[in-house]
């Protein structure tokens, strides 16, 4: 089985000091609610797509729908539900998986949709701290497909989350359980994905997928919702469209607000790197991009925290490098995007933004780069976004930044 893109598991959302988006929460001390079960987020979000009302899980019996977006087609799949930043058992009533039709209606015809079983059991409980495999469901996945996890979560006490809190897509909470229904009758809306960790796709042998790992950037932030319009996604269909790397898939593990060296809306990028890379199935490349929240907070002008140097974040740099390569992952380091303009951007941290770029592009560590920064600069301003790639920010692309970002790639490094 190799893993196809799916949303990653984290702890509940807590916002950052500054602009990147929370997608995450700090896992120390954790984020809990007692004795009220734990809510969902509302994530950050442009005045032009309402924010659904806050969800409150394990309050009362409910079946959730996740529609999440894989990028190569199989036979088979495989969904990982995870409990790895919760403090209390979860149980899984009832999970079912089949080929999104747009909102909450599946396709329900036997060959795209079956019920899940863990073990051969119709439900499972995961331990604090643990996460759960679900036996291979035979569906036929098209290439580039949107799917729908279903499952049914009963009433339960949930005081901390694990999930992606920012997912730039809409799922569905309905009453009951209603796993296997076409679809929800009076559907509510969240912008989040709870307990799915991710979908493994069933392919031959030679196929394999690209990591990209990184911050919010990676995440997507603030690309059009529910267009998979992120520069992973836009990878993604650049190698299913090629004939020599039509066999690789693209796992999007960005995280909003995540840094190399310190944890704060989640993990550090160091303490995540086994869970998050080389714990995927069939990975064979690995890109890079991080360092703008490391550089933003230490020399934020407004309040200065977690002081770090370009040698500092080029050591880590150097850590995930030596590590992914342990395990036979080739590394691509992506260049910082520019962010002169954003809340936290002083002068001080563009020196160091400049030099790890200039590490980037010359270190023999890697077995490459990717040059973002110059994908999506202002040429008569490098310093800053061209401004049609500007989310508006100065920090985050907007969908055509999105888009340059994953054009710029060369195809070829995939194919080594």
């Given at each position: 089985?190799?893993?196809n893109?799916?949303?990653?598991a984290?702890p509940?959302?807590?916002?950052?000091?500054?602009a990147?988006?929370?997608?995450?929460?700090?896992p120390a001390?954790?984020?809990?609610?007692n004795?009220?079960?734990?809510?969902?987020?509302?994530?950050?979000?442009?005045?032009?797509?309402?924010?659904?009302?806050?969800?409150i899980?394990?309050?009362?019996?409910?079946?959730?729908?996740?529609?999440?977006?894989?990028?190569l087609?199989?036979?088979?799949?495989?969904v990982?539900f995870?409990?790895?930043?919760?403090?209390?058992?979860?149980?899984?009533?009832?999970?079912?998986?089949?080929?999104?039709?747009?909102g909450?209606t599946?396709?329900?015809?036997?060959?795209?949709?079956?019920?899940?079983?863990?073990?051969?059991r119709?439900?499972?409980?995961?331990?604090?701290?643990?996460?759960?495999?679900?036996?291979?469901?035979?569906?036929?996945?098209?290439?580039?497909?949107?799917?729908a996890i279903s499952?049914?979560?009963?009433?339960q006490?949930i005081?901390?989350?694990?999930?992606?809190?920012?997912?730039?897509?809409?799922?569905?909470?309905?009453?009951?359980?209603t796993v296997?229904a076409?679809?929800?009758?009076?559907?509510g809306?969240?912008?989040s994905?709870?307990?799915v960790?991710?979908v493994?796709?069933?392919?031959?042998?030679?196929?394999?997928a690209?990591v990209a790992?990184?911050?919010?950037?990676?995440?997507?932030?603030?690309?059009?919702?529910?267009?998979?319009?992120?520069?992973?996604?836009?990878?993604?269909?650049?190698l299913?469209a090629?004939k020599?790397?039509?066999?690789?898939?693209?796992?999007?593990?960005?995280?909003?607000?995540?840094r190399?060296?310190?944890?704060?809306?989640g993990?550090?990028?160091?303490?995540?790197?086994?869970?998050?890379?080389i714990?995927?199935?069939?990975?064979?490349?690995?890109?890079i991009?991080e360092?703008?929240?490391?550089?933003?907070?230490?020399?934020?002008?407004?309040?200065?925290y977690?002081?770090v140097?370009?040698?500092?974040?080029?050591?880590?740099?150097?850590?995930?490098v030596?590590?992914?390569h342990?395990?036979?992952?080739?590394?691509?380091?992506?260049t910082v995007?520019p962010?002169?303009?954003?809340?936290y951007?002083?002068?001080?941290?563009?020196?160091?933004?400049?030099?790890?770029?200039?590490?980037?592009?010359?270190?023999?560590?890697?077995?490459?780069?990717?040059d973002f920064?110059?994908?999506?600069?202002d040429?008569?301003?490098?310093?800053?976004?061209?401004?049609?790639?500007?989310?508006?920010?100065h920090?985050?692309p907007?969908?055509?930044g999105?888009?340059?970002?994953g054009?710029?790639?060369?195809?070829?490094?995939?194919?080594?």
């Amino acid at each position: 089985m190799a893993a196809n893109n799916g949303p990653l598991a984290r702890p509940t959302a807590a916002p950052p000091a500054v602009a990147p988006p929370a997608t995450t929460s700090t896992p120390a001390p954790p984020s809990t609610q007692n004795p009220a079960p734990a809510q969902a987020p509302i994530p950050p979000n442009t005045s032009s797509q309402a924010r659904p009302a806050r969800f409150i899980y394990g309050e009362e019996d409910t079946t959730i729908r996740e529609i999440v977006h894989v990028s190569l087609g199989g036979p088979q799949v495989r969904v990982v539900f995870t409990n790895e930043f919760g403090t209390d058992s979860l149980t899984i009533g009832a999970a079912h998986v089949a080929v999104s039709q747009g909102g909450s209606t599946i396709n329900t015809v036997a060959a795209s949709a079956a019920g899940l079983t863990f073990g051969g059991r119709p439900s499972v409980t995961i331990p604090p701290g643990a996460l759960a495999v679900s036996d291979p469901a035979s569906i036929t996945v098209p290439a580039q497909a949107d799917l729908a996890i279903s499952f049914f979560l009963p009433a339960q006490q949930i005081h901390q989350l694990s999930q992606h809190g920012y997912a730039d897509q809409i799922s569905f909470t309905e009453p009951g359980n209603t796993v296997g229904a076409k679809s929800f009758d009076s559907p509510g809306e969240i912008q989040s994905w709870p307990f799915v960790k991710a979908v493994d796709v069933k392919l031959p042998a030679r196929a394999g997928a690209v990591v990209a790992f990184g911050d919010s950037i990676t995440d997507g932030a603030f690309a059009t919702r529910n267009q998979n319009a992120r520069w992973p996604d836009v990878l993604a269909r650049r190698l299913q469209a090629d004939k020599h790397t039509s066999d690789l898939g693209v796992l999007n593990l960005g995280i909003g607000g995540n840094r190399i060296l310190h944890d704060n809306t989640g993990p550090s990028a160091l303490a995540r790197f086994d869970r998050d890379v080389i714990a995927q199935a069939g990975v064979k490349y690995c890109v890079i991009l991080e360092g703008i929240n490391d550089i933003g907070h230490a020399y934020d002008p407004g309040r200065p925290y977690d002081v770090v140097t370009a040698e500092d974040l080029i050591s880590g740099d150097i850590q995930m490098v030596e590590r992914a390569h342990m395990h036979g992952i080739k590394v691509y380091l992506a260049t910082v995007t520019p962010y002169v303009g954003a809340k936290y951007q002083s002068p001080e941290g563009e020196e160091v933004r400049k030099a790890l770029n200039n590490w980037i592009r010359t270190n023999k560590v890697a077995d490459g780069f990717i040059d973002f920064d110059k994908a999506t600069q202002d040429p008569a301003h490098p310093d800053t976004f061209l401004p049609a790639y500007d989310h508006g920010d100065h920090l985050h692309p907007g969908d055509a930044g999105y888009k340059a970002m994953g054009d710029s790639i060369d195809l070829a490094l995939f194919t080594k």
